[in-house]
T-cell receptor, first 114, second 112 residues
């Protein structure tokens, strides 16, 4: 088994601030993902990384940057936080890239922008 | 493009009721289909998967059958318990560029 750790659990920022969310996995999985979860909208893909140093944009990538410098870690940066933004950001990993592999999720980082 | 549609946004049942959550998909070929469950304060957890027509996936008393004819993968459970209260997501994995799509989720509340 393994675990995905996301830090911080809660993140409060100011409008226009650059904010970074971190994710670590010990599954030794190749592929990692960042999703945004808004109430009533399900999970929307922001970025994914097929392997170390690879980055691929999802449908919701505008306003975000990502970094995968190690196989076990995947960071997401909100480049300019928007006022009244509130969402949960979920990190996930899968053994390989491809639609047939299940994903394992972390507990999420809850973002609030004042 | 590929997509997944869950018909019900919220479902309320009494304990021991029969559960059905409808999931229909749009994709070419034979995408993999998944069900995930999310409890409050946690990330989604993988329940089970099916990859070919008529294949049944199951876990923890939940089951769904891949039906290519009706492009469906409906989640069913014969007798729900209060502990099944959670949000359930249907998901599709395809071979396209963005290879994973989640439905919008169905919130299940089971009343004791």
């Amino acid at each position: 088994g393994g675990i995905i750790t996301q830090t911080p659990k809660f993140l409060i920022g100011q409008e226009g601030q650059k904010l970074t969310l971190k994710c670590q996995q010990n599954f030794n999985h190749d592929t990692m993902y960042w999703y945004r979860q808004d109430s009533g909208k399900g999970l929307r893909l922001i970025y994914y990384s097929i392997t170390e140093n690879d980055l691929q944009k999802g449908d919701l990538s505008e306003g975000y940057d990502a970094s995968r410098e190690k196989k076990s870690s995947f960071s997401l940066t909100v480049t300019s936080a928007q006022k009244n933004e509130m969402a949960v950001f979920l990190c996930a990993s899968s053994i390989d890239w491809g639609g047939s592999y299940e994903q394992y999720f972390g507990p999420g980082t809850r973002l609030t922008v004042l | 493009g590929d997509s997944v549609t869950q018909t019900e946004g919220q479902v309320a049942l009494s304990e021991e009721d029969f559960l059905t959550i409808h999931c229909n998909y749009s994709a070419s070929g034979y995408p993999a289909l998944f069900w995930y469950v999310q409890y409050p304060g946690e990330g989604p957890q993988f329940l089970f998967r099916a990859s070919r027509d008529k294949e049944k996936g199951s876990s923890r008393g939940f089951e769904a059958t891949y039906d290519k004819g009706t492009t469906s993968f409906h989640l069913r459970k014969a007798s729900v318990q209060e502990s099944d209260s959670a949000v359930y997501y249907c998901a599709l994995g395809s071979t396209g560029y963005q290879n994973f799509y989640f439905g919008k989720g169905t919130s299940l509340t089971v009343i004791p």
